[in-house]
């Protein structure tokens, strides 16, 4: 899967590619964290574009380093100008990307689905796909709360992904939080 980062404005979605990390050298040269499955492959979608899709930035691929891509920035010569781009966050429009394969989903397209149960029950819509290592959890806000909850993102709980439809199937795990119990428990003391 391909890294969050879209405006949820149709099809004008876009996909978090990478960061500009800094200054490589004195000639202009940037350092590229890329998320894409082969680093690589960032020059490769044309023009990246900035969040909000106001400036734009041609990469060339130089070399790689342990911290990340050496790539050449069309219109920068000089290190002070490759510093200022330090932080940029680079996009693509969704639809430069590849179509994923069976099974698979880009985060921008999961973000927005209405989650419901198997019974049809509404639980909110997915704001976020969150991942801290152990995979992929959807983050659904149910309509009116503040609060959000959080699914796994595996086969025992998403029964079924209908982008077209603009849905997603969950079936919700019993589970319950030891924290909450001992809130609601009367102290014997």
Known sequence: MTQNGSDETGDHRRVL???IAGAHGIRGAVLVRS???EAEA???YGP???EAGDARYVLRVEGATAKGLICRVDGVADRTAAEALKGVALYVARDRLPPPDEGEYYHADLIGLQAVTEAGAPLGAVVAVLNYGAGDILEVRAEGAKRTEL?????????R????GG???LAPPEEV???DQAAAEPDDA
């Open 42 to 44: 960032i020059a490769g």
């Open 151 to 159: 699914y796994p993102m595996t086969e025992a709980v998403v029964r």
């Open 167 to 169: 849905s997603v199937v």
């Open 17 to 19: 590619l990478g960061h």
């Open 161 to 164: 992904v209908d982008l077209a």
């Open 177 to 179: 939080d030891a924290g």
């Open 48 to 50: 990246l574009e900035t």
């Open 35 to 37: 998320y894409t499955a």
